[in-house]
Structure formats: C-alpha cells, structure tokens
C-alpha cells in the first residue's frame, strides 16, 4: 500500500509549525486552513511551500511537526 504525502493525510493530533526567517517569528499552522485552502488531496510539501508569514509576506523558511500525544523526557 502506498502512502501518499497529501495534506488529507496528515493526522488529528499532529501539529505543524513554521518559522520566518526575515522576522523571526514562529506560527503554528492550521492544518484544517490548509485542507480548506487547497483541497485533501493537495501534496503536503507544496502546500506548505506556499505558506507566507502572516506579519511580513515573506515565504516562511522552516517547517516543524510533531505528534502532539508524543512525551518528551524519560519514560515514566
């Protein structure tokens, strides 16, 4: 089965963020945003290629996600 890198696929409880390199600022990006914007089926990476940076209008330059359920630290 092949696992296609579409935003569709991206799951509930992973976050994503990015940074602007020009303003230094840090955004949590929402996923449904993205979803509504270009459409399930929509390749992640070029979705976010697309993403600007909501204070300066420059295309942001780094990306970050994560799966929100995932501990950090020793286990318990």
Same mark, same amino acid.
Request: with cysteine; aromatic share 6%.
């Given at each position: 089965?092949? $696992?296609?890198?579409?935003?569709?696929? $991206? #799951?509930?409880?992973?976050?994503?963020?990015?940074? !602007?390199?020009?303003?230094? #600022?840090?955004?949590?990006?929402? @996923?449904?945003?993205? @979803?509504?914007?270009?459409?399930?089926?929509?390749?992640?990476?070029?979705?976010? #290629?697309?993403?600007? !940076?909501?204070? !300066?209008?420059? #295309?942001?330059?780094?990306?970050?996600?994560?799966?929100?359920?995932?501990?950090?630290?020793?286990?318990?």
């Amino acid at each position: 089965m092949e $696992i296609r890198d579409i935003l569709g696929n $991206i #799951r509930d409880d992973h976050v994503i963020y990015a940074d !602007c390199g020009p303003c230094r #600022r840090s955004f949590r990006l929402d @996923v449904a945003v993205l @979803v509504e914007r270009f459409g399930p089926d929509y390749p992640t990476l070029d979705a976010l #290629r697309k993403v600007v !940076c909501k204070e !300066c209008g420059r #295309r942001l330059t780094t990306m970050r996600a994560y799966d929100s359920k995932m501990q950090v630290g020793p286990p318990r």
